[in-house]
């Protein structure tokens, strides 16, 4: 079958969907079909065995990305067309993101009061939500097969958008569990923790490109009153350029010295390997890969109801799901719980068997059977 396969960006050193994005074409070449990546920025891979790439050329408005990517299909000669939300011209939609309408309105619980404000004003804000508002409505509008990578994620496509639900297949987001093992994190953890001094301190790892988004802020605050109970926790935060009121933040509550803020990280095994726990008490996530790398790692997860990888955990056995991201108490007695050697253990085989039940293989077969089923009611249509 041949495969068109739309995204952003298309990018194997990239962060956590571009690597998804890249595994699953790789998988889906091994399993015999032909696949025609088309993305606007990233990485075009050269050798056998990697999928054709088609860069368009990049143009800041959504709209007029959808536009070109509408206008190069048709010379692919696809059976299916799979897009990971970039455009509406396609058999499958797979918005990773989820709905961003839910995420936009999830976003302002995480800024103040002024924060909210001063977006209000600006002109650029509302043409941004004009067009993806304009956007969404075109995409969900179109009878196209939608998967979407939670419950939590299929609610909101059903509530805000009208999508009804024959038409929504709920597939979670795979990880490869093969680079994101204990093993790996076994081999790469005496010298991880070297780097950054640790001996026998519990470090908590927090990852994330909206780092406002997901939860840094009550994060924070839970660390300002672990460091009263627990002196030897320590939070390490990767994914983006530290921010000044961050890092003032943590000043003033006298933690500074127990948050490392590292930045961007091209390779993320080693924060792993150092890590003791993963902490994500987001405002929304449609399907959090970090998640399910930390979980395939081994590593106890903390993370909140707004997150869709939630579905997949018990809450205490694979680590701790929070009822809302800014109950900084709750986050707070989670940590402290997780500072117990047996009880992460413990917690840490489970998250490992979690990771091993929402591996990458299961993720593309899943999704596989779903082009089958569009690429046969495509041929039964153009037959009547």
């Known amino acids: 079958m041949r495969i068109a396969l739309v995204c ?5 050193n990239g962060g956590g969907l571009e690597q998804w994005a890249f595994q699953f074409a790789r998988r889906l070449l091994e399993r015999g079909h032909d696949v025609q990546v088309v993305a606007f920025r990233g990485e075009v ?8 790439v088609h860069l368009l050329p990049w143009h800041d408005s959504r709209l007029t990305r959808a536009r070109r990517v509408e206008g190069a299909l048709p010379d692919l000669k696809a059976d299916v067309i799979h897009d990971l939300g970039v455009g509406w011209a396609c058999d499958i939609l ?5 709905s961003r309408l839910a995420n936009s309105r999830q976003e302002r619980r995480c800024q103040t ?4 404000c001063l977006r209000g004003l600006k002109p650029a804000y509302w043409r941004w939500l004009i067009e993806l508002r304009e956007l969404e409505r075109r995409q969900y509008e179109r009878d196209c097969t939608v ?3 939670s419950g939590m994620v299929a609610r909101n496509l059903r509530e805000l958008h009208g999508v009804s639900d024959e038409r929504i297949r709920t597939i979670p987001n795979g990880v490869d569990t093969v680079r994101f093992s204990p093993a790996n994190r076994a081999t790469l953890r005496d010298a991880a923790r070297r780097q950054m001094n640790l001996t026998n301190e519990t470090l908590f790892l927090f990852a994330a490109h909206n780092p406002r988004l997901k939860g840094l802020v009550p994060l924070l605050k839970a660390m300002g009153e672990l460091k009263n109970t627990h002196p030897l926790a320590r939070l390490k935060v990767i994914g983006c350029a530290p921010r ?11 933690i500074q010295h127990s948050v490392a803020f590292a930045g961007f990280v091209e390779d993320t095994l080693p924060s792993y390997a150092a890590a003791d726990a993963f902490v994500l008490p987001t405002y929304y996530d449609a399907c959090s890969l970090t998640v ?11 993370t909140s109801r707004y997150n869709g990888a939630a579905e997949l955990m018990t ?5 701790f799901v929070l009822n809302e991201p800014d109950q900084h108490r709750e986050l707070d007695s989670a940590m402290a719980r997780l500072t117990n050697t047996v009880l992460r253990n413990e917690m840490s085989i489970a998250a490992r068997a979690l990771g091993l039940r929402n591996g990458m293989d299961s993720n593309v077969a899943r999704i596989e059977q779903v082009y089958l089923e569009s690429f046969h009611r495509g041929k039964r249509g153009a037959r009547a």
Do not use: C, N, W
């Open 45 to 52: 891979p050269l050798g056998t065995g990697l999928p054709a």
């Open 292 to 302: 399910l790398e930390a979980a395939a790692s081994g590593l106890p997860v903390i």
């Open 113 to 116: 009061y002024m924060s909210r």
């Open 8 to 12: 952003e960006r298309f990018d194997p």
């Open 315 to 319: 809450h205490e056995r694979e680590g």
């Open 94 to 98: 797979h918005p990773q993101a989820g």
């Open 147 to 149: 998967i979407a990578v």
């Open 244 to 254: 000044p009121e961050d890092l003032q933040a943590a000043a003033k509550m006298g």
